[in-house]
């Protein structure tokens, strides 16, 4: 049932939302694993990551508000919105960097690898598109 109910969420969503989501998820894994073989504080490690990730898919879905948005204002105040709010995001990178150096649990590094989740999901996009989501959302779901 919850399955179903994350499938249809899912269906329903922006299909270029939709690939990072799943781009972010598979960089999530993957680098938990090799972290998990590289990394002496495997915690501090994991929970980094995961908390760079966490604020990296509100990054994407910010990123996607503001582009919707922007692309129904006039062209002079769309570029003033999207500057501003890019800028925002990456005050937003910075404070999650922040909060990495000073939170005693979480590794900065990790923090860092997961808000580098964002490039990599982004470069991963068409392959995911065409290898994963497109096989598994098809028309009739």
């Given at each position: 049932m919850v399955l179903k109910t994350?499938?249809?969420k899912l269906w329903e969503m922006n299909s270029a939302l939709r690939d990072l989501y799943v781009g972010l998820t598979i960089y999530f894994v993957l680098a938990s694993l090799v972290g998990v073989f590289?990394?002496?504080?495997?915690?501090?490690?994991?929970?980094?990551?995961l908390?760079?990730?966490l604020v990296s898919f509100g990054l994407v879905y910010h990123m996607y508000r503001t582009l919707d948005r922007g692309l129904d204002m006039e062209t002079k105040d769309a570029e003033k919105y999207i500057l501003s709010q890019s800028s925002f995001r990456l005050f937003m990178m910075l404070v999650a960097a922040y909060i990495g150096l000073f939170v005693e649990f979480l590794s900065f590094p990790g923090v860092v690898?997961?808000?580098f989740g964002i490039k990599v999901s982004a470069l991963m996009q068409p392959l995911v598109s065409i290898n994963i989501t497109n096989k598994i959302f098809r028309e009739g779901g």
């Open positions: 994350m499938k249809r590289v990394v002496e504080d495997k915690a501090g490690f994991l929970t980094g990551l908390f760079g990730v690898l997961g808000l």
